[in-house]
Nanobody, 121 residues
Framework: QLQASGGGLVQAGGSLRLSCAAS????????WAWFRQAPGKEREFVSG????????DYGDSVKGRFTISRDNAKNTVYLQMNSLKPEDTAVYYC????????????????WGQGTLVTVSS
């Protein structure tokens, strides 16, 4: 089970850190990704990290502002979001797969329930 948390209301320019706690799964054995979905829009790839931490990937709209990381000791994956913009407003989901699966959300087998991020202007 994946539990995403850390969402909330923040002003533009602010920061939030999302967490994805994995119970029943060992974070180090999976590749991870964050997606987001705004009302009326398709689910969008935000960031991904390979199983071995050898590679990360970021969507063009968040590159340079967001950072994905994992803490194997805490069995948790994080998304640090800085310089937030109103267009970052969405429900954010963490996802996992046994191997790095790139950007298509359909490639990920395991999903958290989502956490809402609202950025006010």
């Amino acid at each position: 089970q994946l539990q995403a948390s850390g969402g909330g209301l923040v002003q533009a320019g602010g920061s939030l850190r999302l967490s994805c706690a994995a119970s029943g799964r060992t974070v180090s054995l999976y590749a991870w990704a964050w997606f987001r979905q705004a009302p009326g829009k398709e689910r969008e790839f935000v960031s991904g990290i390979s199983r071995s931490n050898s590679g990360t990937d970021y969507g063009d709209s968040v590159k340079g502002r967001f950072t994905i990381s994992r803490d194997n000791a805490k069995n948790t994956v994080y998304l640090q979001m800085n310089s937030l913009k109103p267009e970052d407003t969405a429900v954010y989901y963490c996802a996992a797969n046994t191997y790095y699966s790139g950007r298509p959300p359909t490639n990920y087998a395991y999903w958290g329930q989502g956490t809402l991020v609202t950025v006010s202007s």
